[in-house]
Every structure is written in C-alpha cells, then in structure tokens.
C-alpha cells in the first residue's frame, strides 16, 4: 500500500474515529490510544476492505471496538474536557445556544459511559457515525433485527437516564442509575 494514501486516509478519518472512541471511552488518552491502534488494525487488514469508499465507516467500527477492549483493560472511567481540540464548533450559534448544545452533550456523554460498552456502541455507531441499521448489522456480523433490538434497548437505557424528574432537571450520577 503507498505510504502517501495511507497518510491520506490517516489525517482524513482521524477526527471522526478519534470522536467515535472518545464517546465510547470518555477519556481523551484512552480515545487516543484506542484511535491509533485502530489505524494501525486497519492499515495492516487493509487488503481485506473489499469497498475503499467504506474506509470511514470501517474505521469506526474498528475504533469503536478498540475503545471496548481498552475499557475492559482498564476498568475505569476518567472524565476529561480537554477534546475541543478534536470537536468541530459552529460559530454561528450564540453562546446561549453554543451553552445549552454543551451542557446537552455533556448529559447526553454521562448517560452513554453509564452503559454497558455494548450499548453505548450502537448508539455511537448510529447516531455519533451516522451508519445504518444495514451497515452496522454489515460490519458486526449480525442480523438486522438483533441490531435493531439492541439500539431500541440502549436508546431506552438513555432515556430513562435523561429523563427529568419532577420539575427540576435530573442530573446523572451513579446513583440515579440504581
């Protein structure tokens, strides 16, 4: 494989696997050891890519399951803030509305790190990835229905846990999990 597409495809996908393993992991060092050795997976498996064009979403699931495995090495979650640098930004929201978008990420990536890695990895493949039902069935090796069955399952997770209690705001903890 030439050197020059694979450095390419490295600074073109990096961000979005880097996001894919971060909003698994919560942990910016994690998510970037969890992106590299993704690259590096997929860089050696390369010839078995059967569609180029599917590198992106390839990567991801790589990554995702990278972001997995590195969790279930460490067995511990360290919130950071420090992944601005890999998140885009949109300028042209005022910075009430740039406030209320960061104060809704944040509860939303709460709930996700109180899921099991399996759940929040269909989450993260769905709407974080933006892959379909089909292509994540695809990629996992399972059925479309056991597919769909788990994201109705995570997605319901994720609601209960965001879900207001009374008139003031639930706020997520361990112990609104219980």
């Not at 769909?148 to 399952?153: A, G, N, P, V």
């Amino acid at each position: 494989m030439d050197r020059d597409i694979l450095e390419q495809l490295y600074h073109q996908h990096f961000p979005k696997t880097y996001r894919t393993a971060y909003m698994v992991t919560g942990n910016a060092q994690l998510a970037e050891d969890a992106a590299q050795e993704a690259f590096l997976k997929a860089f050696i498996n390369f010839h078995t890519l059967k569609e180029t064009a599917k590198f992106g979403s390839w990567i991801s699931v790589i990554a995702t399951n990278c972001a997995i495995d590195i969790l279930r090495k460490n067995k511990r979650i360290i919130l950071t803030d420090n992944e601005e640098k890999y998140f885009n930004s949109n300028d042209e929201n005022s910075p009430q509305e740039s406030w209320e978008q960061q104060e809704t990420y944040l509860e939303v990536r709460k709930a996700l790190l109180l899921l099991e890695p399996e759940d929040r990895e269909i989450l993260v493949l769905k709407y974080f990835n933006e892959l379909s039902i089909k292509e994540i069935a695809g990629m996992s090796s399972l059925p479309t229905g056991t597919i769909k069955s788990r994201l109705f399952r995570a997605r319901e997770k994720v609601r209960r846990l965001l879900q207001p209690k009374g008139k003031k705001k639930r706020h997520i903890n361990k112990a609104t999990t219980r």
